[in-house]
């Protein structure tokens, strides 16, 4: 917990917590858990797109590699455990096994992923595509508001866009992969439970919109000659609202942006442009949603004589996590004395990219009220040491089970 506090004093704001990829403060951020991990004695090092990673060696020959991972970026204004309690809560597992000298039938690698949020390109994953092999290498032309481009971020941080290929752990020598994550939910904290099994990872889709109509003067324009496209956005905005309301129980729908440009309380808005966020466990409703709300968006942009842009930004499917390793955190769960509650996650996290190339697994952690994204989020410590024993206990399982197989597979 202390070193959650410490990670949080680190901010580009100094009246909140914001640490954006590639910002000087996020460096910080980065240097300080580095020199944690090392001080565990564990190898560690920076990546080429800003990873931190640190490794705990087994002693057999061919050993594969499980890994233990969250992310150490934020959004804007965030709260302190969002990503950095899974990095942190994986440096006190591995730090307890290395100074135990622990006998490990695999590679331990905990990995604090550089880029999850995706607030300054608007590119979710950064950290997690790279070491999965899946990073797009057409992402480095993406901008910031600034119009810096992410190669030229990657760089100023230190990093190198070249060597983004080679930091990939390769496909065969992945194991696994465990993080551990507050809910940002209410059911744990309705349920008075500290800890839950995440079985699925809802899949996204993101879009950026575009409503252009005539701006003009806000006192001399006839209401009814009007093509102010605030207006429009206002409609859709609670449009969506309703949609999200009509299918409550197949997904979720949000627009958590939207932009005036050149606004000013005396004119009639000519151009504005929105966020859409769209998510559900299901794939096929996912992609159904987003034709069903584009059209909806259409007719809106037709009755009041605008034009509608639709530029998707993101798409990512739905995600399962793995029966096998989710068989031992179950026991780990009960072990440790609590009940075994399965949750769908809504929210996206680095499992999702990593569940393309090895068997996934997820803890979820009570945080206060559900709150996150917000400086009001909170995990209480019985709750943090609770996810601590599972943690510990789940990994004592993998251990053993790997000792008397003597394989390197998941267990069916």
């Known amino acids: 917990m202390q070193r959650i506090e410490a990670l949080a004093a680190i901010s580009e704001d100094p009246e909140g917590i914001t640490r954006r990829f590639g910002t000087s403060a996020f460096g910080r951020g980065q240097q300080l858990v580095q020199g944690?991990?090392?001080?565990?004695?564990?190898?560690?090092?920076?990546?080429?797109?800003?990873?931190?990673?640190?490794?705990l060696m087994s002693r057999r020959p061919g050993a594969r590699t499980f890994v233990l991972a969250s992310h150490i970026d934020t959004v804007v204004n965030a709260g302190k455990f969002d990503g950095p309690l899974g990095v942190l809560l994986g440096l006190d597992l591995l730090e307890n096994l290395a100074s135990r000298g622990a006998d490990l039938p695999f590679h331990l690698e905990l990995i604090a992923f550089s880029d999850e949020e995706g607030v300054r390109f608007h590119t979710?994953?950064?950290?997690?595509?790279?070491?999965?092999?899946?990073f797009e290498s057409s992402l480095l032309a993406r901008q910031d508001e600034a119009g810096i481009t992410l190669a030229e971020a990657i760089t100023t941080m230190g990093g190198d866009a070249a060597r983004i290929p080679h930091e990939a752990i390769p496909t065969a020598d992945w194991l696994g992969y465990f993080e551990v994550h507050i809910e940002?939910?209410?059911?744990?904290?309705?349920?008075?439970?500290?800890?839950?099994?995440?079985?699925?990872i809802a899949g996204q889709q993101r879009v950026e919109l575009t409503w252009r109509g005539m701006a003009g003067h806000a006192g001399t324009v006839p209401?009814?000659?009007?093509?102010?496209a605030l207006a429009g956005a206002?409609?859709?905005?609670?449009?969506?609202?309703?949609?999200?309301?009509?299918?409550?129980?197949?997904?979720?729908a949000t627009v958590g942006k939207l932009d005036v440009r050149h606004a000013a309380s005396n004119v009639i808005p000519g151009e504005i442009s929105c966020s859409l966020d769209l998510r559900s466990p299901d794939a096929a409703r996912l992609t159904a949603a987003a034709q069903q709300v584009q059209a909806l968006a259409q007719t809106i942009a037709e009755r009041r004589a605008l034009h509608l842009t639709w530029s998707p930004v993101q798409t990512t499917a739905p995600a399962?996590?793995?029966?096998?390793?989710?068989?031992?955190?179950?026991?780990?769960?009960?072990?440790?004395?609590?009940?075994?509650?399965?949750?769908v996650s809504g929210a996206g996290h680095d499992a999702v990219p990593v569940s393309r190339v090895a068997p996934a697994a997820m803890l979820f952690v009570r945080c206060f009220q559900g709150i996150s994204h917000n400086p009001?989020?909170?995990?209480?410590?019985?709750?943090?040491?609770?996810a601590v024993e599972v943690s510990a206990r789940f990994l004592t399982l993998l251990v053993t089970h790997f000792t008397e197989q003597e394989t390197t597979r998941i267990p069916e």
């Open 36 to 55: 944690w991990m090392a001080a565990a004695g564990l190898h560690t090092r920076l990546d080429a797109i800003g990873n931190v990673r640190a490794r």
């Open 184 to 200: 940002q939910g209410p059911v744990l904290w309705e349920r008075n439970l500290p800890v839950a099994l995440v079985t699925a």
């Open 376 to 386: 009001l989020e909170n995990v209480e410590l019985p709750d943090l040491a609770a």
């Open 320 to 343: 399962t996590c793995d029966a096998g390793l989710n068989q031992l955190l179950a026991r780990a769960i009960a072990a440790a004395g609590h009940e075994v509650v399965p949750l």
């Open 223 to 228: 209401m009814a000659m009007r093509q102010d």
């Open 234 to 252: 206002a409609e859709f905005v609670l449009a969506v609202e309703q949609f999200g309301r009509q299918y409550a129980h197949e997904l979720v």
């Open 124 to 134: 979710t994953y950064l950290g997690s595509k790279v070491v999965t092999g899946a």
